[in-house]
C-alpha cells in the first residue's frame, strides 16, 4: 500500500475532497497500536513510543470505496459509538491542523477548543497519512 502523508492544508483540502468530505460514510473498524508487548521470556517492553490508530472508513459517494486513515504518535482517541438504536452515518467529518497535531472528528464543524464537551469520535495525533483500499 503506498500511503499518502498530510503536511499542510492542502494536503488535508486534497483528502476531504477525495472523500467527499467524508458525506455518507461510516467508519468500520479502528485499530490501535501501543508499542509495548511482552516477550517470550514475559520480561516487558512498556513503552508507548507507536501510539498507532488505523481507522477504516468506507463511503456511499466517493470514488474511493474504501481508505484508511492511519493517526501516528496520538494524544488522544476519543471514542463515541452510536448505539444498535442509531444510524452511524458520517454526514461530513473535520481534520484541521493545530500546532503541532491534527485532529480529525466524526461531524462536521470542529471547533479544537470545546472538543471534549462533543460528543462523537475524534482523534489528535502527529501525524496523519491515508490509502485507498478499494
Known amino acids: 500500500m503506498k500511503y499518502i502523508e498530510i503536511n499542510d492544508y492542502k494536503d488535508v483540502e486534497k483528502l476531504m475532497k477525495e472523500f467527499c468530505y467524508f458525506h455518507d460514510s461510516c467508519i468500520k473498524e479502528i485499530a ?17 513510543d507507536e501510539r498507532r490508530v488505523s481507522i477504516i472508513l468506507q463511503s456511499q459517494i466517493s470514488e474511493h470505496r474504501t481508505i484508511e486513515l492511519c493517526f501516528e504518535l496520538i494524544e488522544k482517541l476519543n ?8 444510524e452511524s452515518v ?11 497535531l491534527f485532529y480529525w472528528s466524526d461531524w462536521e464543524g470542529l471547533n479544537i477548543k470545546n472538543i471534549s464537551e ?13 490509502c485507498p483500499l478499494l
Do not use: C, H
Open 79 to 86: 471514542l463515541q459509538p452510536k448505539g444498535e438504536g442509531f
Open 90 to 100: 458520517i454526514y461530513g467529518a473535520s481534520l484541521v491542523a493545530n500546532d503541532e
Open 32 to 48: 490501535y497500536t501501543s508499542g509495548s508487548y511482552v516477550n517470550n521470556d514475559k520480561t516487558m517492553r512498556p513503552i508507548n
Open 118 to 130: 462533543e460528543s462523537g469520535t475524534w482523534i489528535s495525533a502527529k501525524k496523519v497519512k491515508w
